[in-house]
């Protein structure tokens, strides 16, 4: 199957275009995958295949994954790179050192764009909403980092519509610079939440979506329909595990197969396919451990989602 080039999306009503699909480093670069020259190819290949949008995380390792990325990133001509991080997870037992404070903001934004190697992210992500900390408090720093040109967009992760609703409504009212993307976990076996709250609120207010898991931790590609293969990750993460490697969900993966064979592709392709086609997405985070896992990823990009065959996959993953 010969692959297509890439194909570009705006982060919902704003002018940076993202690639279709993206990479990210979560559990891999720096945690499963320590190898200088393994990561070195796997960036390299995705840059040549027109993967532009690189999304890391200072949690991601404890920084091992912002400087690993980062080394490789920092070969890459900087105007051709879309680079996001996020803060919220504890990174020390400090007291301090977590949450979406004012002083966690502003510090921990200075230790990613050191890791990375570079004068500012194109996305800062706040991980996850904090109780603690006043709405107003984290949207006035994170303004103060655009202005500062730290950051040229702020954005959002497993947020709830409520929360991400009330934030745009008070950087509205304060002309401050609201978030601008949302990273909510989705794929085929993780459909509810984004399809029935979260991607009513970011159309309504032009904001877009940057989607990770699409692969359901790898469970989409098949390589647990005869159980759990040393190594993998649903074999590493335990709350992973405990919420999707069910036999209601694995049913679903093999009878995916069925229509993967008909169409001469794999699971994983086409699961990544439909993701990308659904309404809203901006860009689907993909993960790799090896270059030619990521080959594998980028014949997504050579399968077209009819209508019919929408409906054929979501009718296997349907939800209550």
């Given at each position: 199957?010969?692959q297509p080039?890439?194909?570009y999306r705006?982060l919902?009503?704003?002018?940076t275009?993202?690639?279709?699909?993206?990479?990210?480093?979560?559990?891999?670069?720096?945690?499963?995958?320590?190898?200088?020259?393994t990561?070195?190819?796997?960036?390299?290949r995705a840059?040549?295949a027109g993967?532009?949008?690189?999304?890391?995380?200072?949690?991601?390792?404890k920084?091992?994954?912002?400087?690993?990325?980062g080394?490789?990133?920092?070969?890459?001509p900087?105007?051709r790179?879309?680079?996001s991080?996020?803060?919220?997870?504890?990174?020390?037992?400090?007291?301090?050192?977590?949450g979406l404070s004012?002083?966690?903001i502003m510090e921990s934004?200075?230790?990613?764009l050191?890791?990375?190697g570079?004068?500012y992210?194109?996305?800062?992500?706040?991980h996850?909403?904090?109780?603690?900390t006043?709405?107003?408090?984290?949207?006035?720093?994170?303004d103060d980092l655009?202005h500062?040109?730290?950051?040229?967009?702020?954005?959002?992760s497993?947020w709830?519509?409520?929360?991400?609703?009330?934030v745009s409504?008070?950087?509205?009212s304060?002309?401050?610079?609201?978030p601008q993307?949302?990273?909510?976990q989705?794929?085929?076996?993780?459909?509810?939440r984004v399809e029935r709250?979260?991607?009513?609120t970011?159309?309504?207010?032009?904001?877009?979506?940057?989607?990770w898991?699409p692969?359901a931790s790898?469970?989409l590609?098949?390589?647990?329909?005869?159980g759990?293969?040393?190594?993998?990750?649903?074999?590493?993460?335990d709350?992973?595990?405990?919420?999707i490697?069910?036999e209601?969900?694995l049913?679903?993966?093999r009878r995916?197969?069925?229509?993967?064979?008909e169409?001469?592709v794999?699971?994983?392709?086409?699961?990544?396919?439909w993701?990308?086609?659904?309404?809203?997405i901006?860009?689907?985070?993909?993960?790799?451990?090896?270059?030619?896992?990521?080959e594998d990823?980028?014949?997504?990009?050579?399968?077209?989602i009819?209508?019919?065959?929408?409906r054929?996959?979501?009718?296997?993953?349907?939800?209550?």
């Amino acid at each position: 199957m010969n692959q297509p080039s890439m194909t570009y999306r705006p982060l919902g009503r704003c002018g940076t275009k993202v690639s279709t699909f993206g990479l990210g480093g979560w559990t891999t670069f720096g945690g499963s995958v320590t190898e200088n020259s393994t990561i070195h190819d796997i960036l390299h290949r995705a840059f040549e295949a027109g993967i532009n949008f690189f999304d890391i995380a200072d949690i991601y390792a404890k920084g091992e994954s912002e400087r690993m990325m980062g080394k490789v990133l920092g070969e890459f001509p900087r105007h051709r790179l879309v680079i996001s991080s996020k803060l919220f997870w504890p990174m020390s037992d400090d007291v301090n050192d977590r949450g979406l404070s004012r002083k966690h903001i502003m510090e921990s934004v200075e230790k990613s764009l050191k890791r990375i190697g570079t004068d500012y992210l194109d996305i800062y992500f706040c991980h996850r909403y904090d109780d603690e900390t006043p709405l107003e408090e984290t949207a006035r720093a994170m303004d103060d980092l655009i202005h500062q040109g730290k950051v040229l967009y702020w954005g959002t992760s497993e947020w709830s519509a409520a929360q991400i609703g009330e934030v745009s409504l008070f950087c509205q009212s304060k002309r401050c610079y609201a978030p601008q993307v949302e990273q909510p976990q989705y794929s085929l076996l993780a459909r509810e939440r984004v399809e029935r709250e979260i991607r009513k609120t970011t159309e309504e207010l032009g904001m877009g979506m940057v989607v990770w898991s699409p692969l359901a931790s790898g469970l989409l590609t098949g390589k647990y329909d005869q159980g759990l293969p040393e190594g993998a990750r649903l074999t590493r993460v335990d709350w992973l595990r405990a919420g999707i490697l069910t036999e209601a969900n694995l049913d679903k993966v093999r009878r995916l197969k069925k229509i993967a064979d008909e169409l001469g592709v794999t699971r994983s392709q086409l699961a990544l396919a439909w993701t990308a086609a659904q309404p809203g997405i901006s860009s689907v985070i993909t993960g790799a451990t090896q270059v030619a896992q990521l080959e594998d990823n980028l014949g997504a990009l050579a399968i077209k989602i009819t209508p019919e065959l929408n409906r054929s996959i979501s009718e296997i993953f349907t939800y209550a």
